[in-house]
């Protein structure tokens, strides 16, 4: 398993951090618009806060992590170790562009006005999970776009979800500062995970569905243990200074992203932390398939993908609005192409490599607040804030 900020031996042979070196240098170094550095505040409407309020004494982990602060450059790296792989498509051929989800298949449900925050493919991807302001989690059949179960317990809106790799749980959480644990199956909550004293922006399992972590408004990560009955968490981390937007597990790995600007790598194995600084308030963070890059959306109408090995920006992708509320992103499962949604209701793909726009999708009527990618096809979900929900395919419909 890849460790945070050690440089792990057998990684996959494949590295999007290697391929994109080779593509630029036989390209002659072209080299795309950096990424500006100054910082922007979030507008009072904002979802996604700029400041988090005072929090009251929090318990202490048992011990802190080993820390490492990298400083941030806007300009491309350059020096990456070199790949002999050729499996990435290039920008324009037929390969790249034929396989993307850029047609709509279902529209799985139609435009109610209640606003949708999250939406989630189950891990065979037969599912839809997906959950919003009317404080409700639905599960969809994306083909026939009936709703076969309704999940009610939340006090205030729904802020995000997590699938367990078995498939036979979920995770909610929200604005009533709660997690709950779910039974798919029986519709029944299995554990209530409390503790945050603000809004829970994010939640996601280990690969193991054994451990919950969850990320706030309060500026901290939580971990759960759900297989005991334990009410306390079994691990705090507090070195955010502001809101946590969203976090991803992989391996011993935990990634988040925060409104200081800041994407944070905790191995919890080894109790070891790596902060990578941006300076733009993140809404999105995802690692690549390959464990080697770091994905991350920020309130400056950017996407960054990041080395994890030394923190370099590889590339940036712009072209999207995004600059007050939050907005996912994530890469197709070749690793091949960045999706994200926008606030002026498109879902705009990049070519990973050349970090231009090769579609841009007329998707919903209001802000793409939420998309994913399905685990093993070329298809894709988005959900908005008009309250629809849509499926995308490679191929059109006929």
């Known amino acids: 398993m890849p460790k ?48 988090a309020p005072p929090r009251p004494p929090q318990p202490t982990p048992k011990q802190p992590p080993t820390q490492v602060a990298r400083e941030y450059s806007s300009t491309l790296t350059s020096s990456i170790p070199p790949t002999t792989s050729s499996s990435t498509p290039k920008k324009g051929s037929h390969a790249s562009n034929l396989n993307l989800p850029i047609h709509e298949d279902q529209v799985v ?67 009533d500062k709660t997690v709950f644990l779910w039974d798919v199956i ?35 990560i939580r971990l759960w243990d759900c297989r005991s009955q334990l009410r306390a968490p079994i691990q705090i981390l507090e070195e955010p200074k502001d809101s946590v937007t969203s976090i991803k597990i992989q391996g011993s790995d935990l990634l988040a992203g925060c409104v200081d600007g800041s994407i944070r790598i905790y191995d919890i194995r080894m109790g070891t932390l790596i902060t990578d600084q941006i300076f733009e308030p993140i809404t999105s963070v995802s690692f690549s398939k390959d464990g080697n890059c770091v994905l991350a959306s920020s309130l400056d109408n950017t996407i960054r993908l990041m080395d994890r090995a030394n923190g370099g920006l590889l590339n940036a992708y712009k072209g999207h609005r995004n600059e007050k509320y939050k907005i996912r992103s994530c ?22 490599m050349e970090g231009e726009v090769v579609h841009q999708i007329e998707a919903h009527s209001k802000i793409v607040s939420a998309i994913a990618y399905h685990p093993t096809l070329d298809r894709m979900c988005s959900a908005s804030v008009d309250g629809s929900i849509k499926t995308w395919t490679s191929r059109p419909s006929k």
């Open 186 to 220: 029986s519709g029944m909550t299995i554990r209530r995970f409390t503790g945050h004293t603000q809004r829970v922006n994010a939640v996601d399992f280990n690969d193991e569905g054994t451990v919950l972590a969850s990320g706030s408004y309060d500026a901290t």
């Open 331 to 352: 890469l197709s499962n070749s690793d091949a192409h960045v999706l994200s949604g926008s606030e002026d209701g498109k879902i705009y793909i990049w070519d990973l």
């Open 109 to 175: 449900s139609d435009a109610t006005g209640s606003q949708i925050n999250a939406c989630q493919y189950n891990s065979t991807g037969e599912y839809i999970l997906a959950g919003g302001v009317d404080r409700t989690v639905r599960l969809w059949n994306p083909d026939t776009r009936f709703c076969i179960k309704t999940y009610e317990v939340h006090g205030y809106e729904v802020l995000d979800l997590a699938v367990s790799p078995e498939n036979g749980k979920f995770a909610s959480c929200g604005g």
């Open 4 to 51: 945070g900020g050690s440089r792990a031996s057998g990684a996959p042979t494949m590295s999007i951090a290697a391929t994109l070196a080779a593509h630029r240098n036989a390209a002659d170094k072209k080299t795309p618009p950096a990424a500006g550095n100054s910082a922007k505040s979030s507008s009072s409407s904002s979802i996604v806060p700029t400041q």
